[in-house]
C-alpha cells in the first residue's frame, strides 16, 4: 500500500521537480565549466565537483517545496488506501481526518493539525539553516 502512494506521488511530481533543476542547470556560470575544462576535469568529475555545488541551492529549494508538500499530503491517501491496512500509509492529515470524522474523538483531531503546523514550521527553519550554510 505505502509503495504504491509512493510511486502515484513519484509520478504526479517528478516533472515539477525536473522543471525546477532544468531551470538551475539552465543558468549555471559556463565559464565555471571552461574553468573545470582547463584544469582537465571532465566526465563525472565534472559533475561531482562543479555542477553539483552549483546546483545546490536550487536542488535545496526543491526538497523545499517537495517537504512541504509532502507533510500536507492527504488527498492522494485518502482516495488511494484510507490509511492503509494497518494504518501503514496514514499521515498526520489523514489521523486528524479519522479521529474527527470517522471515530468523533474531536481533541484528538484538534490537536493534530497544529502539531503538524510546528512540524512544517520546524522543517521549514531547518531548511532556511541549510540554505544558508550553501549560500556563496
Known amino acids: 500500500?505505502?509503495?504504491?502512494?509512493?510511486?502515484?506521488?513519484?509520478w504526479q511530481w517528478a516533472p515539477f521537480v525536473g522543471l525546477i533543476v532544468l531551470g538551475g542547470l539552465q543558468f549555471l556560470p559556463a565559464s565555471m565549466f571552461g574553468a573545470a575544462a582547463v584544469d582537465g576535469v571532465i566526465g563525472?568529475?565534472?559533475?561531482?565537483?562543479?555542477t553539483l555545488p552549483l546546483l545546490g541551492p536550487t536542488l535545496l529549494i526543491a526538497a523545499v517545496l517537495r517537504s512541504v508538500d509532502l507533510l500536507r499530503f492527504f488527498d492522494l491517501v485518502l482516495i488511494a488506501t484510507r490509511g492503509g491496512s494497518g494504518n501503514a500509509s496514514t499521515t498526520m492529515n489523514m489521523y486528524a481526518y479519522q479521529q474527527g470524522f470517522e471515530f468523533s474523538p474531536f481533541g484528538h483531531a484538534s490537536a493534530a493539525m497544529p502539531t503538524l503546523s510546528i512540524v512544517?514550521?520546524?522543517t521549514v527553519m531547518v531548511f532556511a539553516r541549510l540554505r544558508r550554510a550553501l549560500s556563496y
Open 1 to 10: 500500500m505505502l509503495l504504491s502512494v509512493a510511486l502515484i506521488d513519484t
Open 120 to 122: 512544517v514550521l520546524c
Open 44 to 50: 563525472w568529475r565534472r559533475f561531482v565537483y562543479v
